[in-house]
């Protein structure tokens, strides 16, 4: 008779291992009354990003990737450097 396994094999965690909880973990973790959630952890940003879809050249994505984590904040900063001297007027 077949018996049913597991695909991957149980891994026991000492409870010992776990990270130390901390003021800074409390201080970012959700509240709730209840079951109702009053807040996120994680704060709101003054200025909040707007997600959209958009194209551009693989060459420029790729100059990008390469400077590795944090290209997609690093690519913002450059177009809003551009923005302080020219105006997106000037290519219609």
């Known amino acids: 008779m077949n018996e049913n396994k597991l695909v991957t ?3 026991w965690n000492d409870p010992d291992d776990a990270p130390e909880l901390t003021d800074d973990f409390f201080e970012r ?3 709730f009354q209840g079951s109702k959630l ?5 704060p709101k940003a003054d200025q909040t990003k707007q997600a959209l879809t958009v194209r551009y050249d693989a060459d420029v994505i790729a100059a990008f990737k390469k ?3 944090g290209w997609q904040t690093r690519m913002n900063l450059a177009l809003r450097d551009w923005l302080k001297t020219h105006s997106p007027q000037e290519y219609k």
């Open 29 to 31: 973790a959700d509240e």
């Open 38 to 42: 009053i807040r996120r952890g994680r």
């Open 67 to 69: 400077t590795g984590r």
């Open 9 to 11: 094999p149980a891994v």
